[in-house]
T-cell receptor, first 112, second 114 residues
Framework: GQQLNQSPQSMFIQEGEDVSMNCTSS?????WLWYKQEPGEGPVLLIA?????ELTSNGRLTAQFGITRKDSFLNISASIPSDVGIYFC????????????FGKGTRLSVIA | NAGVTQTPKFRVLKTGQSMTLLCAQD?????MYWYRQDPGMGLRLIHYSVGEGTTAKGEVPDGYNVSRLKKQNFLLGLESAAPSQTSVYFC?????????????FGPGTRLTVL
């Protein structure tokens, strides 16, 4: 089946620093999504990407759909304590009629 | 709208006991999903449903059964719970599988099997 490799697994950063995480797949994807999960809650969609090369922002968050269609990146600028959580990438392959595949998540800790 | 709700929020079972987790959505979504989340493993799809009366296996279906008798509800059953099923279970729904269909998640059910 399709596999997603998400890195890093965890990050400890100082408040105000920028953060970057990425996700790679073993096959071509036609959709990339980035979710955030806060403690005790379900994941919430942050950004959705639908075209190779697409760059989309949501406030301090920016995500890109890699031109090879096998990777995606999420950047968070000027981190704040409420950015703490687990960030998941998710994608869907070319067939279209398959459920999302999720990465294993990046756990972000922000030190004030 | 309540979105996606799950009951119960917490449950402790003994090995061999059975239970049913209930997921309900009020967004008139066709598709519903059950995931389990374990430390370091991310979200793994157990079963999903593309419409009332239909179900399909996901990545880790063994030991679970599901039913979708009503469009708004998706039930996850454990017939004989095992410690390996200790996990946090998330339900999600979407209007479709195709591009542009965002999955909305419930708050999760934390299950411990002793």
């Amino acid at each position: 089946g399709q596999q997603l490799n998400q890195s890093p697994q965890s990050m400890f950063i100082q408040e105000g620093e920028d953060v970057s995480m990425n996700c790679t797949s073993s096959s071509i994807f036609n959709t990339w999504l980035w979710y955030k999960q806060e403690p005790g809650e379900g994941p919430v969609l942050l950004i959705a990407l639908y075209k190779a090369g697409e760059l989309t922002s949501n406030g301090r968050l920016t995500a890109q759909f890699g031109i090879t269609r096998k990777d995606s990146f999420l950047n968070i600028s000027a981190s704040i304590p409420s950015d703490v959580g687990i960030y998941f990438c998710a994608g869907r392959g070319l067939s279209g009629n398959t459920p999302l595949v999720f990465g294993k998540g990046t756990r972000l800790s922000v030190i004030a | 709208n309540a979105g996606v709700t799950q009951t119960p929020k917490f449950r402790v079972l003994k090995t061999g006991q059975s239970m049913t987790l209930l997921c309900a959505q009020d967004m008139n979504h066709e598709y519903m999903y059950w995931y389990r989340q374990d430390p370091g493993m991310g979200l793994r799809l157990i079963h999903y449903s593309v419409g009332e009366g239909t179900t399909a296996k996901g990545e880790v279906p063994d030991g679970y059964n599901v039913s979708r008798l009503k469009k708004q509800n998706f039930l996850l059953g454990l017939e004989s719970a095992a410690p390996s099923q200790t996990s946090v279970y998330f339900c999600a729904s979407s209007s479709g599988l195709a591009v542009l269909n965002e999955q909305f998640f419930g708050p999760g059910t934390r299950l411990t099997v002793l």
